[in-house]
């Protein structure tokens, strides 16, 4: 009891810089948002998965906003999800999941990002709907888009051998947006 927490300064003054560049980018970007409707959305990832009967996907909005691709690649260099400390079962896939999906909603007002639930490759991402009426994967541990069936490689991951396709398959699972 008692003890000091100056420590803690440093560390709590870097973290508000960063909001506070993050906050000024979105508010030099946000005139580029533009709308998707609920149907385009729906419309966008079924381009992107074809007919997969096992994927759920569940839209949780009547109308998103998002920023063409360009845009988002200048968001996820700003992004700070990639640089999180990963730890097997506690700050793994669907916790750099879930956190990209949250940064660029509340810092960017961009909901089209979507919460991807690959049960077929036993790992989590991301799904970006872009106002060109596309979808594709993103990998928020390494701020890169991937493609369909493309092999999954995460330096320093836990290999799932026997339980995991090894790729972005989304045979079987669900995606949030």
Request: with cysteine.
């Amino acid at each position: 009891m008692g003890q000091s927490l100056t420590w803690l300064r440093p560390h709590f003054e870097r973290i508000m810089e960063e909001y506070w560049q993050t906050t000024q980018l979105a508010y030099r970007l946000y005139p580029q948002r533009q709308s998707i409707s609920y149907d385009d959305v729906g419309t966008a990832i079924q381009r992107l998965l074809g007919d997969r009967p096992d994927v759920s996907i569940r839209r949780l909005d009547l109308a998103y906003s998002s920023y063409p691709k360009a845009i988002f690649e200048e968001i996820i260099q700003a992004d700070r999800t990639n640089l999180t400390m990963p730890w097997p079962e506690r700050n793994d896939c669907d916790n750099y999941g879930w956190r990209f999906k949250c940064n660029m909603d509340f810092f960017f007002n961009a909901d089209a990002v979507g919460f991807v639930l690959d049960e077929s490759a036993w790992h989590a991402y991301n799904l970006i709907v872009l106002p060109d009426l596309t979808a594709e994967l993103f990998e928020p541990q390494q701020d890169r888009f991937v493609a369909l069936d493309e092999p999954i490689v995460i330096p320093g991951g836990v290999p799932l051998a026997g339980l995991s396709t090894g790729r972005y398959s989304l045979t079987k699972g669900l995606i949030i947006i």
